[in-house]
Nanobody, 123 residues
């Protein structure tokens, strides 16, 4: 069992930066691949970024490539999403999720989800 709690969301102007954190409980965190997803009002949930259990592999949605960076610290049971050059279209609730297998884009394959943190980017 893994419990996930996101933090770090907020209101930021376009062009600004935020760093999201996702703290995980449980001793098996380091065995899970992790992902970040987001859902804007009236839209479907979409994949943002994924990182393998070791941190050796990462994968990004085209819409955030070059602007967002996913990382993890297994000693702290935490995964991060550094978001730079934010745009109004990045406004959404951001969720982290844990996956036993490396299928970063497939939300249905993730086993555990956090409650989400709101990110709002003003123009």
């Amino acid at each position: 069992q893994v419990q996930l709690v996101e933090s770090g969301g907020g209101l930021v102007q376009a062009g600004g930066s935020l760093r999201l954190s996702c703290a995980a409980s449980g001793r098996t965190f380091s065995s899970y691949d992790m992902g970040w997803f987001r859902q804007a009002p009236g839209k479907e949930r979409e994949f943002v970024a994924g990182i393998s259990w070791s941190g050796g592999n990462t994968y990004y949605a085209d819409s955030v490539k070059g602007r967002f960076t996913i990382s993890r610290d297994n000693a702290k049971n935490t995964v991060y999403l550094q978001m730079n050059s934010l745009k109004p279209e990045d406004t959404a609730v951001y969720y982290c999720a844990a996956d036993r297998f490396w299928t970063p884009q497939n939300a249905d394959e993730y086993d555990y989800w956090g409650q989400g943190t709101q990110v709002t980017v003003s123009s």
